[in-house]
């Protein structure tokens, strides 16, 4: 099997992630052709209207009798899932574990580039739309890496992530982006401020980002898309095999449609056998996980 990653096609042994051979980290203190408004750097004229941040204090729904027959099929394998339901304010999680991003953290560094350069009071230049288009849509790693080095690397994104509400959150070092770690939750909230209205990214970087979201390459459509309706998915996928282990890590991120409902999500995985393995691990507990807290929400609907 061949997957197309960036500008390079990737045979299954390879990698998408700027790693280096250090082991993984403990636990954290988380194409379809550009449209031409995403190439200017402007709201799409489709956009969906931002939705309200939810409420946080809620106790979250445990997942775990949910992904009981996905977790059986582990192995050596960690996972964590997180999902908010945006009307509600809603949470359901499992596993609380840091993780590394591998290429999620790109949508991470885009939000890191859009705050900067609004503190700058300036639009994105013609270079960074392209390298941020071709980072979120095609996953390409060098695009990645100059903006890696563009936004200060692990500091210029942990600075921005005191901002975005990341709390759980560590840049990787040097040019290593590919390992920054992270936790499902607090990949929610990097959702929130990529999908919700109070956020300090503007309007107009929200929206560019959802627009990339919106557009990744079809075979890298993978992922929590698995358990949306028909209807826009927006996300971004990362998977990295480590050298030292020759495990993969396998994640996903995104805002899917699930009967009727719109949900933030986050599946985060590592210790696969493979990356076939991981895909399919990740989506099965993206169905599962939207399937029980569907149900759980529409149980309380009607109390």
Request: glycine share 8%; aromatic share 4%; with cysteine.
């Amino acid at each position: 099997m061949v997957l197309i990653g960036g500008f390079t096609t990737y045979a299954v042994t390879g990698s998408d992630s700027g790693e280096s051979s250090a082991p993984a980290r403990a636990k954290a203190p988380s194409l379809p052709a550009v449209s031409a408004r995403a190439k200017a750097g402007e709201a799409p004229a489709d956009s969906p209207k931002p939705l309200a941040s939810p409420t946080p204090a809620q106790k979250s729904f445990d997942l775990e009798p949910a992904l009981a027959p996905v977790t059986a099929l582990f192995g050596d394998n960690r996972m964590s899932v997180a999902m908010l339901d945006v009307n509600s304010g809603a949470m359901a999680t499992y596993g609380r574990d840091a993780f590394d991003t591998a290429s999620i953290v790109k949508v991470d560094i885009l939000a890191t580039l859009l705050l900067q350069a609004q503190d700058e009071g300036r639009k994105l230049s013609t270079e960074e739309r392209a390298q941020a288009a071709a980072m979120i849509q095609k996953s390409d790693n060098d695009s990645t890496s100059a903006l890696w080095t563009r936004i200060g690397s692990g500091p210029g994104l942990d600075a921005a992530n005191e901002r975005l509400g990341l709390s759980q959150t560590q840049g990787g070092e040097g040019t290593v982006w590919g390992i920054t770690q992270t936790t499902a939750e607090d990949q929610i909230r990097l959702l929130q401020s990529v999908f919700g209205d109070k956020s300090p990214l503007s309007e107009a970087s929200r929206a560019f980002i959802q627009d990339l979201m919106r557009h990744v390459v079809g075979s890298q459509a993978w992922g929590v898309s698995a358990a949306a309706d028909s209807g826009t998915t927006a996300l971004k996928n990362g998977w990295l095999k480590r050298t030292q282990t020759k495990k993969w890590d396998v994640n996903s991120i995104g805002r899917i449609q699930h009967e009727g409902r719109v949900y933030l999500m986050a599946v985060l995985l590592n210790g696969c056998s493979s990356q076939e393995v991981g895909i399919s691990i990740v989506e099965r507990a993206s169905r599962a996980s939207a399937t029980a807290f569907s149900r759980e929400l529409k149980g309380k609907s009607t109390t």
